[in-house]
């Protein structure tokens, strides 16, 4: 080594060059010493491990430039840092590509510092070399595996104001849209914008503040403006001080994973069908709204909504039509509903509404009669046209339950009471109802076994011809016979028997007895008149009903003229087409059919001619005030009217004294049915009427 580097210190310790040699042999750091004022600053001295490290002996190295170490890599950044070193004679470092003498390439930190002499000269410059290859390639790898994510990762500074971004991987532009350049200094904050009402943004800020590892689930918008959901992991990066410098942010786009789980749950709480809230959610609603109304010591109603005969658009039309038709029904209703109200399809065709009542807790009946308007109005479906009505019963918080069962219910509960008044209407939960809900399905049961024990019987009401006063049929009416109840009248149990489906083998006993006691009466002698059986929907609905007529008129031996089958108005005017197909179907049998309860429903004159049809029958609400009420007048004789254009007859039911025979015989009515010739009697009762009676019956009429 060259005595000059040495000679300051040579005074105070002889040994010291033999000690400085020894330790540049035994320094595991490349060391290499230059020549300040050589030109190009040649090798002075090369320590083994600078061999070790080039591959080079210090000898060839010796009075050559180290440009021997970066041959054909001349065009580095560091190379231009070193010179730059070398000239203003000051320490620096860089990083370097060199080459070792067998041509491999290796990098190395170099860190130069100048040696001056006594008068400040620099005189030297000292190398030390450090093999960094690998660590730049395991860096690089990092490096890389960050560029290649496919998730966004960032760093942001810890110092400045709003955590400036320092870096972003590709992955943020392919996410945000914005490019490195847009967002480097500035604050993540211009991803959520002005969406600050966030759960995630208090959990970030919290996150922050605390210098914590934590994550949170955010909505983000791209530079476009698109909104996405970013799941945002950040982790705090600490100096050897300990001191927070940075943190490092992973960005994850959740979007499609929160819309799949979103779906999820949205299936979850929605009726596949109609989209509408299903049980659990209208659960979920109902204890809101509770909630709602105990703090702001208000109330609301619960609507149990029940379509009218649904089940038969099922069963004549299929469950694709019943479908159409409930989704329709659907967003009808979903049509009239405020943001606070509620609408949920329990299943089949029962939907709830949950509606808070007006100012004053008064219940809002005005949205439930605009439901019950809307359901009401005609509806299509494969062409055909329906009218479907709806029964709803309404349960009000908090008389009427404090829970959502108790509301639903009683919902429930008085419902059955709209359908027992008639249908079509709406009612209150009562606390009557619960018993008479009890009572109704004990009588359900009842029913159930009234059949096989015989506990059915049928009444007769003669039918009359107003010009010949003959007896020209027979209604048979029903009449349950009750072990304990006595005899019940129908209207306690048809719609209960039609709800269950019982009334479809009750409605055949009907029609085999009726069929049977007429057919006895003509092999008595007595003179021929058809007997009218009433059919119910369900009976209509059934696909076996021609079939069956078919048997029994077989089995019991009478002529298919002298049956009638009376089906209400309503009934017909359900589902046209299948009316049309079903009497057809009749006509071909060649039995009667008459329309029941006639200027009740609404029927559709254009529909009406398409019915092969014999009679219309006036329903006896309007008979009953004939005389005293123009209104009713007016439309017995636009229903008389109507029969003889339509070339049908016309019978009036419910007639009760002379006059309203008069009043219907002058307006060229054909027939009568009612109190004032014979209340509905047994069969033994009938058989002494005709014997004697039809005489009675005569004298009546002409008598009038
Ligand atoms: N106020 C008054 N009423 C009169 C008068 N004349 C007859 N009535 C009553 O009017 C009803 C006529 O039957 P509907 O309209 O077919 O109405 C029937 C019918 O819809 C149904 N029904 C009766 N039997 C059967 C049946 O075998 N099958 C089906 N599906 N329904 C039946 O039950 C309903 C009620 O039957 P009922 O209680 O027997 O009531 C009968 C009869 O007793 C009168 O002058 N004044």
Known sequence: MDGQIVSRRRGKNPALPFLLQRAMEACANAVVVCRATAPDYAVEYANPAFERMTGYACEELVGKSLRILHRGEADQEGLTEIRAILRERREGQVTLRNQRKDGSVFWSDLHISPVRDAKGSVTHFVGTKCDVTETLRSLRLRERAIEASVNAIIVCSAQGRGFPVEYVNPAFERMTGYAPGEVMGKSLRLLHGNDVEQEGLTEIRAILSEQREGHATLRNYRRDGSMFWSDLHIAPVRNEKGVVTHFVAAKYDVTETRAYQQELEYQANHDALTGLPNRTLLHDRLLCAIARARRADTGFSVAFIDLDRFKLVNDTMGHTAGDLLLKQVATRLQSLLRHTDTLARLGGDEFILIVEHQEGGVPNTRVVQRMMDEVARPLHVHGQTFFITASIGIANFPDDGEDPEALIMHADTAMYRAKETGRNNFQFYERGLNQRAMDRLQLEMELRVALEHGQFSLHYQPQVCLTEGRVTGMEALLRWNHPDLGAVAPARFIDLAEETGLIVPIGYWALRSACLQNKRWQDAGLPKFHVAVNVSARQFAD???????????????????????????????????????????????????????????????????????????????????????????????????????????????????????????????????????????????IDAFLRAGNAVAMAAVLAA
Do not use: W
């Open 543 to 685: 696909k076996n009903l021609a079939q069956c007529i078919t048997s029994i008129l077989q089995e019991t031996g009478l002529e298919p003229r002298y049956l009638e089958l009376e089906l209400t108005e309503s009934l017909v005017m359900d589902n046209v087409d299948h009316t049309v197909n079903v009497l057809s179907a009749l006509k071909d049998i060649g039995v009667r059919v008459s329309i029941d309860d006639f200027g009740t429903g609404y029927s559709s004159l254009s529909y009406l001619k398409r019915f092969p049809i014999d009679m219309l029958k006036i329903d006896r609400s309007f008979v009953r005030d004939i005389l005293h009420d123009p209104d009713d007048a007016a439309i017995v004789r636009a229903i008389i009217s109507l029969a003889h254009s339509l070339r049908m007859g016309v019978i009036a039911e419910g007639v009760e004294d002379a006059r309203q025979l008069d009043y219907l015989r002058k307006n060229r009515c054909n027939q009568i049915q009612g109190y004032y010739i014979s209340r509905p009697v047994p069969a033994d009762d």
